[in-house]
């Protein structure tokens, strides 16, 4: 996720830390840009916000891409191994639903 600090911030720890000044935006992960969004500490790069429709059809794409050892034992494609494609932070629930999606198309083709 991209934010943009309100305020200098310091992220990572030791020889990776880097401190971001305000108004520059910065790559952090989904779990951190949430923490500080809601401390009112940055905002979120509105250049970076993903339509659903839009996130759905490029986890179809990546989906699609992956070599089947990147499936679990219950035949469904691993939520990091998306993420590592589109590098973008998804949830199991987003992988779930472009699964389905991509199931059906998957069919349609067949028939």
């Known amino acids: 996720m991209k934010i943009i600090p309100m305020t200098a911030l310091r ?5 990776d830390l880097e401190v971001v ?3 520059h935006p910065v790559d952090v992960s989904d779990k951190e840009g949430q923490r500080l ?6 905002k979120a790069d509105e250049s970076s916000v993903v339509n ?3 996130l759905n059809d ?5 989906i699609g891409d ?6 679990g034992k219950d035949g469904k494609p691993n939520v990091k191994a998306i993420e590592s494609v589109l590098e973008h932070d998804i949830t199991a629930a987003d992988r779930d639903k472009a ?3 991509y199931q059906n198309l998957m069919q349609d083709d067949r028939q």
Do not use: C, M, N, V
């Open 11 to 15: 992220l990572g720890k030791g020889e």
């Open 21 to 23: 000044l305000p108004g």
């Open 37 to 42: 969004i809601g401390r009112g500490l940055a």
């Open 52 to 54: 659903p429709a839009d």
């Open 58 to 62: 490029a986890i179809i794409d990546a």
């Open 66 to 71: 992956l070599s089947p050892d990147l499936f």
């Open 99 to 101: 699964w389905d999606a």
